[in-house]
């Protein structure tokens, strides 16, 4: 869960040192982050197949195939990254016919084509973690996480701001120390691996030229789904970055803030997912279902518990907080940031409410992929989202006065439909299990 939050802390000082440029600057990354955000849901929704495949091995003691398991992951995630990062070399031209504002898709351009180049690091960081997840051990993804973290931090600050003597790159910067952290982040995590005998097993003398189609196809079937249903969960909070642009830079820039602030909470969520798909992954290898139920069911309480705390703690400071990222007392730029920071307040009091779905649904998504179930929650997912937020993020925001607000209440109402629905999912399936043992 730490490691998880560690990204998003990266992402938080990063959102903080480029505010500190101006409200086009922060847009800009935002505009940019979006292509990149829709390409790692694909890629990091395809190595989620590697855990649950990884767990249930460990659990049998069945390192042969968990070794497979692990090596197939590897590579088909890392082929998969390399596309990725050419699809989106490829759409770049689609940034300057989305009506979004022209200084913005100007500064968002040149950020784009590094960062872009740093999924491929973090797909294979994932792939790595993925494996270690599945076999209990998150600490050492968390220390090479830690480390990148603090690196990325020290480079950004060095090449945004062109202290000690370094080039002042702006929002390049940026991009470059993102990229560079997250190639260290997997030599480092690799490290760990070749030095420690619980992994050595599983990573001593992979043959990639010897691939096996029936592990190959489960895996495609357990990530496929994975990946469109992280695809179709990311889409929306991507579709409401675009929207924003629509209404401009500034409410795009709040837009920003408040998903960046959210995303901090929403990480805790996905610590307490990969602990659910362990978990409940490991039960099911030993087919002790009503411990299965009881353990998914004490981790939806936590959650409930943690996320009602920050839901808490955003409506009290929910004034406050956008102005980590804005100087309010810049007086060149006082009339956008004060516009900035007063939007982004509002948009907080609605994401105090909807993070609490939002962490909810995510680890009861990671308990059904400790199940093995993906294909219906990916509809859920995709019902949710786009059948039933997507509309109410696109005739609120363009079409009442409501805009940026009314994008968040989309959002909102996504995200709960689908927390209910996985709910019901799970609830239904491990019923199900326990009375096929009775």
Known sequence: MLGMLGHTFVAFADNVMVGQLGT??????????SFVFIAMSLGIGFTTAITPLVA?????????????????????SSILSVILFLIILLSKPLLSIMDQPEEVVELAIPYLDIVALSLIPLIVFQALKQFSDGLSNTKYPMYATILANVINIIL??????GSFG?????????????????????????????????????????????IEKTISI??????????????FEVGIFTAAIWLSGVLGKNPQ???????????????????????????????KGLNDFITLR??????????????????????????????????????TNFKDNSEVILLASKLLLVAAFFQIFDGLQVVILGALRGLQDVKIPALITFISYWIVGFPICYYLGLYTNLKSVGIW???????????????????????KLIKSKV
């Open 156 to 161: 950004n600050y060095l090449l945004i701001f």
């Open 409 to 431: 209440i989309g959002l909102f109402t996504g995200l709960f439909v689908a927390s209910i629905l996985l709910y019901i999912r799970f609830n239904y399936l491990s019923k």
């Open 24 to 33: 086009a600057e922060l847009a800009a990354v935002s505009l940019g982050n």
């Open 166 to 210: 370094f080039p002042k790159l702006g929002i390049v910067g940026a991009a470059i120390g993102t990229l560079i952290s997250r190639i260290i982040m997997v030599y480092f995590l690799w490290m760990i691996f070749k030095s420690r005998s619980k992994f050595k097993a599983y990573i001593t003398n992979l043959n990639f030229r010897k």
């Open 253 to 283: 820039a709040a837009n920003q803030i408040a998903l960046n602030l959210s995303s901090m909470t929403f990480m805790i969520g996905i610590g307490l997912s990969v602990a659910a798909m362990v978990r409940v992954g490991n039960q």
């Open 294 to 331: 009881r353990i998914a069911f004490s981790i939806f309480f936590l959650t409930l518990l943690i996320e009602i705390i920050f839901a808490t703690f955003f409506l009290v400071f929910r004034e406050w907080l956008p102005t980590l990222y804005l100087d309010q007392y810049d007086l």
């Open 56 to 76: 249930e091995a460990d659990s049998s003691n069945n390192i042969s195939l968990g070794k497979k398991a692990f090596k197939h992951g590897l590579l088909l």
């Open 218 to 231: 489960k895996l495609f079937n357990l990530g496929f789904p994975s990946a469109l249903q992280m695809f």
